[in-house]
């Protein structure tokens, strides 16, 4: 059974940046293709950006494009979401996702079969 561990969710300031890390273990990271979720109180479950299992392949969502940006290494098998100009909008709890699907990726959250526990990212002067 897959393991995905995230970390890096803290409180940051308006325009802050954060790193947030998904360590996958008890399989290999290039079998998978990754996304990263997130969801707000009372809100559903939103994707944010996902990566194909070689990392050909990203998608954005709208409203992170630009500040955010995906990425992967494979050999310490860790997906990472670098957030840059992070807003108060931009709070939630965060969660990575592994597919088997390994051609390309999605941002419906059906489309992943593992997912980590999640870690909260609160964005607030």
């Known amino acids: 059974q897959l393991q995905l561990v995230e970390s890096g969710g803290e409180l940051v300031q308006p325009g802050g940046s954060l790193r947030l890390s998904c360590a996958v273990s008890?399989?290999?990271?290039?079998?998978?293709?990754m996304g990263w979720f997130r969801q707000a109180p009372g809100k559903e479950r939103e994707g944010v950006s996902c990566?194909?299992?070689?990392?050909?392949?990203?998608n954005y969502a709208d409203s992170v494009k630009g500040r955010f940006t995906i990425s992967r290494d494979n050999a310490k098998n860790t997906v990472y979401l670098q957030m840059n100009s992070l807003k108060p909008e931009d709070t939630a709890v965060y969660y990575c996702?592994?597919?088997?699907?390994?051609?390309?990726?999605?941002?419906?959250?059906?489309?992943?079969?593992?997912w980590g526990q999640g870690t909260q990212v609160t964005v607030s002067s």
């Open positions: 008890r399989s290999t990271l290039d079998y998978y293709a």
């Open positions: 996702a592994a597919s088997i699907r390994r051609a390309g990726c999605s941002l419906v959250w059906s489309w992943y079969d593992y």
């Open positions: 990566i194909s299992s070689r990392g050909g392949v990203t």
